[in-house]
């Protein structure tokens, strides 16, 4: 076997999270298109971010079949969430995108400790491609700061808001 089991055990927790995350933008566009009329916001982010997600699981996968080893799709936990206001989500999602982020360096350091190499280096593609994710977080809950109560002007400007033209066209191509 070219990759331990711990190596293996965290690139099954990324594919889970990576779906979670895509549950968790779907429960998210839904609710805000609903309670607060963001329909292009909706527009913008839900094939522009939500339906990244699960590419994002299929590189992990990838680099599982590469080596001849079956990807496991934990199963996701239901989103029923509700929010008070754009910022909470946006909080959240930093929150998990935070979460995230420390799981990806977690398989790395320990696929680098495990001598499994040639996966860290996979990982460290996905970290590269992430930090955008995170930047694309960032960005948001700034954004909903600025424009407060004004979900109006929010709405109208939020293709200005996405940042993540590159890294769909990389993994719509993939």
Known sequence: MFISQTTIDNINDLIKRFFQHNRTWDNFLGFSNIEWALHNFNGVFHGGLAHLYPLMADICSD???????????????????????????????????????????????????????NIAMEVDKLLRMFNKFIAQAILLKDKAEVYGDNLWAFDAYAQQFYILDNIKEELEND
Not at 72 to 95: H, Q
């Open 63 to 117: 680099m599982l079949l590469d080596f001849n080893v079956a990807p496991k799709y934990g199963t996701t936990e239901a989103d029923f969430r509700t929010y008070e206001d754009i910022e909470d989500f946006f909080l959240v999602n930093i929150e998990e995108h935070k979460a995230t982020y420390d799981a990806i360096c977690k398989a790395r350091k320990d696929a680098i400790d495990n001598g499994d190499i």
